[in-house]
């Protein structure tokens, strides 16, 4: 095993495989492949460099929409008002939040006691090259409205993520393109594990993890794909995600009020960039969360993840299978640093398709 980072965060041993190949007359085959352990995360990934590019052919959007049409859509305007839930009156007097065209309202299956739900459009179906920076803005900006409603009248609330299903293989129960916000008294496991780390990290160095890290990773330069403003985006290196993971890290932000308008233009940008890399790979589909916090917190700089989500063909096969639900591994055919030199161009060049 061997490990990588200043703080020895990453871990990767290699393992090889042998078996008599039925495609060369039984010969003999040796393939070889990476258990990846992330220590900040707690992440342990399986990598197999072996099974090479990936070619995602994945369904038209209008296989979807016949299944889900906009006449039987809750959040198309049409229903919206009848079938949307509202805030209760000493909460929100108002029933629901608006900021252009984007509504928030609360989630009528909830995950938490504070979940909400943020349409974005009026649209029903928004592609993955409609969703640009305009598009995004009011509804990212309605999620913090929320949060500053909220965490005024509830001051005990002070653990925020803003969260995305986009499309079916996301996991997203309906097509039509919504946020989901979670506030709570206490963190998610997985926030809880990043804020240890920071801890355990600053009492061992006196220093803080995420400046390091993204110190660190800028200097390998293999999995840092891009600085825009204050945001590094990286290739995750033990990844959650078939597909691989994108991080982003908004540095020296240690609150989502402490995030300014600037910083929320660059991180809309960036993420329009990245989801005309998707479009350009053939993939549909996403899962994207926030972490944060409302309070001022040193050891949990305000970052998240985008994972590329994907239907295996040809049986339209989920991307998770016993390795992730049942050993708590992801197998992953994508190399993080593979995934980061295919990402650069497309934040080098205007987000544009490289030539």
Known sequence: MTAEGRGA????????????????????????LEVRQDRITGTVSRVLPYRGKRKFNQPDAKAYLEKSPESLCPFCPALLDQIAARFTPEIFPEGRLTRGR???????????????????????YLALDELTPEAMRDPFALCLDYFRRIGAARPELNWASVNWNYMPPSGGGLLHPHLQTVLGERPTRYVDRLRRSAERYRQKTGTDLWRDLIADECEKGIRHIARTGSIDWLTAFAPRGMAGEVRFVFSGRNSLFALTGEDWEFFLEGLSRIFRYLKETGLVSFNLAIYGTLRDDSLLTVQGSIIPRFLVPPLGTSDINYFEKLHDEVICPVAAE??????RPFFLNGGQKPQ
Do not use: G
């Open 338 to 343: 593979n995934l980061c030199a295919e990402l």
């Open 102 to 124: 984007a509504v928030l309202f609360p989630n009528a299956f909830p995950h938490d006691a504070f979940n909400t739900v943020a349409v974005i459009s009026e649209k029903h």
């Open 9 to 32: 965060w990453f871990e990767k041993k290699i393992e090889t495989c042998r078996y008599l190949n039925p495609l060369k007359n039984f010969q003999e085959k040796e393939v070889a």
